[in-house]
């Protein structure tokens, strides 16, 4: 079982960027993104469920970033507009192969985690 992310860059604050998790091994229910900063623990950003298409996001991301998937694929792809300088971390997909809802946020529910892509937003 394999996670790819891709995507992460250099932006300026304003700009937009799109990261994508490619699984590999195996279908999952529910993927997701978290990412770290520096020195901080690591935050949730978004999280899709597969079928249905049932959708979550951390606050501070809300409005600006968007998550979708594309089932054939087993694909994810995080769209991440207007970024600011606060949205720099180290990005990372995780998969499980079923989150309930009210756990879509917590680390724990994920059992597959991706290897990180790094996304620098400069002021």
């Known amino acids: 079982v394999q996670l790819q992310a891709s995507g992460g860059g250099l932006v300026q604050a304003g700009g937009s960027l799109r990261l994508s998790c490619a699984a590999s091994?195996?279908?999952?229910?529910?993927m997701s993104w978290f990412r770290q900063a520096p020195g901080k623990e690591r935050e949730f950003v978004a999280a899709?469920?597969?079928?249905?298409?049932?959708?979550g996001y951390g606050d501070s991301v809300k409005g600006r970033f968007t998550i979708s998937r594309d089932n054939a694929k087993k694909t994810v792809y995080l769209q991440m507009g207007t970024l600011e300088p606060e949205d720099t971390a180290v990005y990372y997909c995780?998969?499980?192969?079923?989150?309930?809802?009210?756990?879509?946020?917590?680390?724990?529910?994920?059992?597959?985690w991706g290897q990180g892509t790094q996304v620098t937003v400069s002021s």
């Open positions: 995780a998969a499980a192969p079923y989150v309930i809802l009210s756990a879509l946020s917590s680390e724990s529910s994920y059992d597959y």
């Open positions: 091994g195996r279908t999952f229910g529910v």
């Open positions: 899709i469920r597969l079928r249905g298409g049932a959708t």
